[in-house]
Nanobody, 111 residues
Framework: QVQLVESGGGLVQPGGSLRLSCAAS????????VQWYRQAPGKGRELVAV???????VYGDSVKGRSTISRDNATNTVHLQINNLKPGDTAIYYC?????WGQGAQVTVSS
């Protein structure tokens, strides 16, 4: 059984940075794709970033160029760094692996 726990969310000022973490148990994060999605109030779920089992990365257009997804095999954790945060980045961020989802981490970008 795969369990995912997101952390690192919070309130950030515009222009700031945030590093979200997705700690996995029950499956190695290096075994298959791990994806980050986000859902803003009143909107559908949006793909933010993916890291493949071979380490390849893909980013959604909304964060491309200011985001980095990475993987720590030793701690079985996937990180998502987003820089130059904008109010439009306000959302609940979820990680997913093997059709399992975490509970989400709230990110609020506001001055």
């Amino acid at each position: 059984q795969v369990q995912l726990v997101e952390s690192g969310g919070g309130l950030v000022q515009p222009g700031g940075s945030l590093r979200l973490s997705c700690a996995a148990s029950g499956r190695a994060v290096s075994s298959e794709n791990v994806q980050w999605y986000r859902q803003a109030p009143g909107k559908g779920r949006e793909l933010v970033a993916v890291i493949g089992h071979l380490g390849t990365t893909v980013y959604g257009d909304s964060v491309k160029g200011r985001s980095t997804i990475s993987r720590d095999n030793a701690t079985n954790t996937v990180h998502l760094q987003i820089n130059n945060l904008k109010p439009g980045d306000t959302a609940i961020y979820y990680c997913t692996l093997d059709m399992s989802w975490g509970q989400g981490a709230q990110v609020t970008v506001s001055s």
